[in-house]
């Protein structure tokens, strides 16, 4: 028996290989473990082939090399026949055209890829793609996170996103320049690669236990459309719509809408756009505050002079009760008097002793009715009295608590807190930047003294 070498052993087996495929293969995986080499910018990358069920990651793999050469020649052929680039990506299933192979120096079993079918991984996207909504419609959560509330204004913002990337600067850019008083809670996560579901969805849960949370945010820059297969996973897309948060996404596709942009509360094409979406939100708000404000003082003060004018009508009311009640008790004691003084002078005549008993015992019953009518007079005043101090307090109570909220809705007290407003050359409040023009004199008044300003630049 003849012994070889290492280098002779394994220049047998990659002849052999070429012998057992003497033609280029088609061959269908996922991607796995994609890199560029940094010096001569070749792929290097695994192909894997996942199990149809069961927990196991793969059930097999294979390396594959795609030199800048082809990987150039590849792109040229797609650009010459109209295919939009493909961008290869991690987790993107594909069919490639490849030449079996066995690096001798390493022994290593290969394949070196020719050329990569851009209508097998499209289609592939597409299927994941319907396949991630017709389960999320099973589930019954497609709609799920959309019908939840969001607070007016949100102003506490759970945001998931690389720290210091384009996507991050560029919300947080807009928020500050609004100079509303937004509070950001930022989860740093990976939004590129194989990472990036998970460390979404470990996010999502992260902010959620966070309190007093209005939304979450979740953006990226712009990418391929091949990037968008990780905002089409089910798991991703299933934390997105069980949210207990209201989830906004701007993931950068101006296009393509991601199924993560389908269970999303409200989607938007960019972060700043997402940012522009909760300033508006705000200024909305303020606004309709200052109209409330406005509404509240004119109804406040038809309430005082609704309610002046009633107790000043009860008042009246009272007084002409009274007094039609002491002028009919006087018409009975007269009308008392003179049926005494008719029956007396009838009686006269014929019985002076019993006219003069009579007129001493009409006399005294005279003088008992009228000291009980004036006792039954004295208690109705005493009761008119009372009722119309009741009337009086709570109309006291009722002008001190509209007071009070009058007093709460005084732009001062909002000066007090922080907030302050700008005036044109008129004096009238400025509510957006087409009411001034360059070169505006402006008026900025603080809860203690104000700043005159001159318009030199301003941003829509």
Not at 438 to 457: A, M, N, P
Request: hydrophobic share 40%; aromatic share 8%; charged share 25%.
């Amino acid at each position: 028996m003849s012994c070889l070498t290492v280098s002779r052993l394994n220049d047998i087996a990659r002849q052999a290989l070429n012998l057992a495929f003497d033609e280029d293969v088609w061959v269908v995986g996922e991607i796995h473990g994609l890199k560029m080499h940094s010096q001569s910018s070749h792929l290097y990358f695994d192909l894997v082939e996942k199990p149809s069920h069961g927990k196991e990651q793969y059930i097999a793999k294979v390396s594959c090399a795609f030199f800048k050469g082809a990987y150039t020649r590849w792109q040229g052929i797609l650009a010459k026949q109209g295919i939009p680039f493909l961008d290869l990506t991690d987790g993107l299933e594909v069919k490639v055209k490849a030449k079996v192979d066995l690096y001798a120096k390493e022994g290593r079993f290969q394949i070196i890829i020719q050329e990569i079918d851009p209508s097998y991984s499209l289609g592939f996207i597409a299927k994941k793609r319907m396949q991630t909504i017709e389960t999320l419609k099973g589930l019954g959560v497609m709609d799920k996170n959309k019908k939840l509330p969001l607070p007016y204004p949100a102003v506490r913002i759970g945001l998931i996103t690389s720290k210091g990337s384009a996507a991050y600067n560029d919300f947080m850019s807009i928020l500050k320049k609004s100079e509303y008083a937004f509070d950001v809670k930022l989860y740093n996560a990976y939004m590129q690669g194989e990472a990036t579901i998970a460390e979404i969805i470990k996010g999502i849960k992260k902010l959620e236990s966070m309190p007093g949370l209005d939304a979450i945010v979740i953006t990226r820059g712009g990418g391929a459309k091949t990037d968008l297969i990780y905002f089409d996973d089910i798991e991703l897309c299933k934390a997105i719509a069980k949210s207990k948060l209201p989830v906004i996404t701007g993931i950068g596709h101006e296009i393509d809408v991601s199924v993560a942009d389908l269970v999303a509360f409200a989607h938007m094409v960019t972060p700043t756009d997402v940012a522009r979406f909760l300033v508006d939100r705000v200024a909305e708000f303020l606004d309709q505050v200052e109209e409330l404000g406005s509404e509240l003082i004119d109804v406040s003060r038809e309430m005082i002079y609704a309610q002046k004018a009633r107790q000043e009508e009860i008042a009246r009311s009272i007084a002409y009760i009274a007094q039609r009640w002491v002028f009919g008790e006087i018409d009975r004691v007269k009308t008392l008097a003179r049926t005494a003084e008719s029956s007396v002078s009838s009686a006269i005549a014929s019985h002076a002793n019993r006219i003069t008993r009579m007129q001493e015992g009409i006399v005294l019953v005279a003088r008992y009715q009228i000291i009980g009518q004036k006792q039954q007079i004295r208690q109705l005043f005493a009761y008119i009295k009372q009722g119309f101090k009741t009337n009086l307090s709570q109309g006291k109570v009722l002008v001190e608590k509209i007071s009070s909220l009058l007093d709460s809705m005084d732009p001062k007290v909002v000066l007090a807190r922080g907030y302050s407003i700008t005036l044109d050359k008129k004096g009238k409040s400025i509510k957006k930047t087409e009411d001034i023009a360059l070169g505006d004199r402006i008026t900025t008044l603080l809860y203690k003294g104000k700043i005159k300003s001159l318009v030199e630049e301003k941003e829509s």
